[in-house]
C-alpha cells in the first residue's frame, strides 16, 4: 500500500492539535453572574462568541487534518513506477 507518510504525519498532527484545542477552549466557556449591567451583558455576548468562533476553527484544523490524512493514503510519490504504452501491431 502506498502512504506519503510525511503527510500521513501531518495530517496526524493537525487532528491531534485541533482535538486539544478544541478541548481546551470548549472548557473556558465565559459565564455571566446575576444583576449584570447592560455593558456587561454585551461583553459576555461578545466574548461567548469569540469562543464559539475559536471552537470553529479548530474544528476546521480537524477537518483539514482528517482530509491529509486520508489523502496521503492515495497519494503517489513522484519518480515512481513509469508506465508504459503497449503499441498494437497493424494487422
Given at each position: 500500500m502506498l502512504?506519503?507518510?510525511?503527510?500521513?504525519?501531518?495530517?496526524?498532527?493537525l487532528l491531534g492539535t485541533g482535538m486539544i484545542l478544541?478541548?481546551?477552549?470548549?472548557?473556558?466557556?465565559?459565564?455571566?453572574?446575576?444583576g449584570m449591567t447592560v455593558d456587561?451583558?454585551?461583553?459576555?455576548?461578545?466574548?461567548?462568541?469569540?469562543?464559539?468562533?475559536?471552537?470553529?476553527?479548530?474544528g476546521i484544523l480537524i477537518a483539514v487534518g482528517f482530509l491529509l490524512a486520508l489523502i496521503?493514503?492515495?497519494a503517489r510519490r513522484r519518480g515512481g513506477a513509469k508506465r508504459e504504452e503497449k503499441k498494437q501491431a497493424k494487422v
Open positions: 502512504v506519503d507518510k510525511r503527510m500521513l504525519a501531518g495530517g496526524i498532527a478544541v478541548t481546551m477552549i470548549g472548557g473556558m466557556l465565559p459565564v455571566g453572574h446575576e456587561e451583558i454585551a461583553d459576555l455576548r461578545i466574548a461567548q462568541q469569540e469562543n464559539k468562533d475559536y471552537v470553529n476553527l479548530s496521503s493514503f492515495g
